[in-house]
């Protein structure tokens, strides 16, 4: 067994999720990356290459953990992916897709790690969305997906005794896009979020400090989601 916290997180090859394992590694843990990219990103963590929305590779990846480090103190499920179309040709083998991989792989991945987080005392976070609360159009299924993930993330947290927590994040920039300066100003803190800045609450909610936390949701939006916006 590491005598080290290890971290598994899911959704990780890029954005938020590379960026939460970049930050833990710093904070001096050993991760562990499950992601369907082909590519492993350039990191000193353990790369698995999965699908998470399937029960049997969960629990392949689980046993893989027991196995190779022993514990598990952290859990990150950030995997997800947006499909935007009009609802009347959402075909339902895309919804069920979406919700498969934003929703049930959380249910799946606390199921398989139950054991190994109960006996770390260890902590889950979730990463949802700012659209659990709000919309643009043509995005039902993942509107969907995160506000189950949600309701899920408080159930989670009353069942078990590990805690458990989500952060929404809104517009983070996880592209590099070249952003306008009106990107930037419509934000109440004046600027579009980065990777990092998500990556720093998730590493909190990990950490010690935060043990009088759980059930709760995190939002981390620059303040949009309490902007009130009319078109003048």
Known sequence: MLDRRVALITGAAHGIGLAAAERLLRDGWHVVIADRAEDAPSLPARYVRMDVSDEASVQSLVA???????????????AGFMIRKPIRELSL??????????????????????????AAQGSVVTVASTRA????????????????????????AISLPIRVNCVSPGWIDTKGETLRPEDHAQHPVGRVGRPEDTASLIAW??????G???????????GMTRKMIYEE
């Open 64 to 78: 893989g953990i027991q196995r190779e480090e022993g514990r598990l103190d952290g859990l990150v499920c950030n």
């Open 93 to 118: 083998a895309e919804w069920s897709s979406v919700l498969a991989t934003n929703l049930t792989s959380t249910f799946l991945l606390v199921k398989a790690a139950e054991d190994l987080l109960r």
């Open 133 to 156: 609360h709000q919309s643009e159009p043509d995005t039902e299924s993942y509107a969907a997906s995160k506000g189950g993930l949600l309701a899920l993330t408080h159930a989670l």
């Open 205 to 210: 909610l990990l950490g010690t400090e935060s």
């Open 212 to 222: 009088f936390v759980t059930g709760a949701e995190f939002v981390i939006d620059g």
